[in-house]
C-alpha cells in the first residue's frame, strides 16, 4: 500500500512540485487535528525537527474556548508555548486534498525534554509502554459511523441546525442501492485514505437514513489511533468538497438511531502470538483475556469520561438501539456493552459498544488498557456471559449522563495510578465545563414545552 513517506521521499517529492504542502498536526483533547501548513520545502529544511503552538489547544472545549480551571495553562500563566515534534513515521500523503502531506507531531514542553502528560499521544503511548514491560503489544480496531447530509456545514449553520436532512431518505443499513448513491463521497474517501497510506477495508450502510460505516484494518493501538482520527478528519473534509456536511455527532436526533464508534482490542504476545487465545479453554478464550475483560468490567464506569466525553454522548444509551445501557459481557451479542467476537478462533477479541462517534480514540483506547491492565494484575474474572436481550433487566447501568461519569473519574483511583493525578484533574475540569458551558444554555426543547404552558 502506498501513501506512506520517508522524510527523503518528501524532499523527491518537494523538489519536484507534487508535494508543496506539508499539514504539522497535533492531536487535540477532542480528537481534531490542530497545527500548521507549511510551504514543503521549508519543511524539509528545518520544520521536520521541531515547530511550536500555542499551550492552550490541550486546554480549549469544541467551541476553543479558552476555559479557567486548569493548572496547566490559563490567563495568569501567560499561554505560552509547546513544542510539536514531527513523528516521521506518521509522515504521509493526504491524497484528498492537492499537492499536500501530513504528519502528526508529538506534544513537548516548550524546550522538547519531556511529553506533555495530559497530550492524548502521550496518554495513549504511557498505556502501551505499560503493555510492553508486561511482554504484550495492544491490537486494536475502530468502526468509524457517520451522517452525510445534503447540505453543507455552512448551509445548516445559517439555519441554526434546524433543517438537518441526511443524504438519504431510508435505512440503508448494509443496503448496495442507498449506497450507491452516495459514493460521490465514499467512494473518494475510501480510495483517498488508501492512497494516504490508510489500511480502509471498505465501508457499508449503516441503520439509518444517511448512515455511513468506515472499516479499518486492525493494527497497534497507536497505529488505530491515529487511522481513526486522520479517517474522520478527511470524512469532514472531503464532504465538505462534494457540498455535503458529515457529522460524527452521536445522536442529532432523538428519534434517529445514534452513530457509535465501537472498539476491538486483544493482546498479543511479543512474538505476534494471540494472547487472548487459548484452544483449550471454554469460548478460546485465555485466562488473561478473562482478567482483561473483567478489568474493563469493573472500572466501566471509571473510564466512562474517556468513551462518552459530551452531554450529547449519553442520548445514544437507549433500549433497544443497539447502543449499550448495561455494564455486562456476552458472546457475539450487540445488546452487550462488551461483546465477545471470534470465540473459539484466534481472532478472540473484546468488541467495546460504549462509545460514540465522538470519542477521541487515544483517549479511549488508552482508558480501555489502562483499565484491561488493572483487571490483569488484580487477576480479575469477568463471570459468565449474559445471555439474551441486555436491555432487559434495568441494573448495573452504564453512566446515564456526563456529570455522573465525571465524578466516577474523579473517584478513579485506578486511573490516577495508570495516568498521573494531574492527567485525571486535566481531564475532569474538560468534563466540568462541558456540562457548565450545557447548564448555562436555554433549549429549544425548554421553550418549546413551556413558553406558553409553564
Excluded at 431510508?170 to 448513491?181: A, F, G
Aim: glycine share 8%.
Amino acid at each position: 500500500m502506498s501513501g506512506t513517506l520517508t522524510l527523503e521521499e518528501l524532499r523527491g517529492l518537494s523538489a519536484s512540485g507534487e508535494i508543496d504542502t506539508v499539514l504539522a498536526c497535533i492531536v487535540d483533547m477532542q480528537g481534531r487535528l490542530m497545527g500548521k501548513r507549511f510551504v514543503a520545502q521549508h519543511f524539509v529544511d528545518s520544520a521536520w525537527e521541531e515547530t511550536h503552538c500555542c499551550n492552550y489547544l490541550l486546554a480549549t472545549d469544541l467551541e476553543m474556548h479558552t476555559v479557567e480551571g486548569y493548572a496547566s495553562t490559563s490567563w495568569s500563566a501567560g499561554y505560552g508555548d509547546y513544542l510539536m515534534k514531527p513523528d516521521l513515521c506518521t509522515l504521509r500523503r493526504a491524497a484528498w486534498l492537492e499537492g499536500t502531506a501530513l504528519v502528526l507531531c508529538d506534544v513537548m514542553d516548550h524546550h522538547g525534554h519531556h511529553d506533555i502528560a495530559h497530550s492524548p499521544r502521550a496518554m495513549l503511548k504511557k498505556q502501551i509502554a505499560r503493555l510492553a514491560e508486561m511482554g504484550f503489544e495492544a491490537v486494536s480496531a475502530t468502526e468509524l459511523e457517520f451522517f452525510i447530509f445534503e447540505q453543507s456545514f455552512e448551509e445548516l449553520a445559517k439555519t441554526g441546525y434546524r433543517d438537518l436532512t441526511p443524504i438519504s431518505a431510508y435505512n440503508e443499513d448494509y443496503h448496495i442501492l442507498q449506497t450507491t448513491k452516495e459514493e460521490d463521497v465514499m467512494r473518494t474517501l475510501r480510495n483517498d485514505l488508501y492512497a494516504s497510506g490508510i489500511p480502509v477495508e471498505g465501508s457499508k450502510g449503516e441503520a439509518e437514513t444517511g448512515q455511513e460505516e468506515l472499516n479499518i484494518r486492525y493494527g497497534s493501538a497507536m497505529d488505530a489511533a491515529e487511522n481513526h482520527t486522520i479517517s474522520k478528519h478527511a470524512a469532514k473534509e472531503i464532504g465538505w468538497q462534494k457540498g455535503h456536511a458529515v457529522s460524527f455527532l452521536p445522536k442529532w436526533r432523538h428519534d434517529k438511531v445514534g452513530s457509535a464508534s465501537h472498539v476491538h482490542q486483544s493482546l498479543w504476545t511479543k512474538e505476534g502470538v494471540p494472547a487472548f487465545y487459548d484452544a483449550e479453554k471454554d469460548l478460546g478464550m485465555s485466562d488473561l483475556a478473562r482478567h482483561y475483560l473483567g478489568g474493563l468490567l469493573k472500572y466501566a464506569d471509571d473510564i466512562t469520561v474517556f468513551l462518552a466525553p459530551y452531554v450529547n454522548s449519553y442520548k445514544r444509551f437507549q433500549k433497544g438501539s443497539f447502543a449499550p445501557t448495561a455494564k455486562v459481557w456476552s458472546v457475539d451479542n450487540r445488546t452487550a456493552a462488551f461483546r465477545l467476537c471470534g470465540d473459539g478462533s484466534k481472532a478472540v477479541r473484546v468488541e467495546c459498544r460504549v462509545p460514540g462517534a465522538d470519542m477521541n480514540p487515544y483517549l479511549a483506547i488508552a482508558a480501555m488498557l489502562a483499565a484491561g491492565i488493572k483487571g490483569i494484575e488484580e487477576k480479575l474474572d469477568p463471570g459468565a456471559p449474559l445471555t439474551g436481550d441486555a436491555y432487559e433487566g434495568g441494573s448495573n447501568v452504564i453512566p446515564t449522563n456526563l456529570r455522573d461519569a465525571t465524578e466516577a473519574l474523579r473517584r478513579s483511583d485506578m486511573l490516577r495510578a495508570a495516568m498521573g493525578s494531574e492527567v485525571v484533574d486535566h481531564y475532569v475540569r474538560m468534563a466540568e465545563w462541558e456540562q457548565e458551558a450545557f447548564e448555562a444554555v436555554v433549549t429549544d426543547w425548554e421553550i418549546a414545552r413551556g413558553f406558553e404552558r409553564a
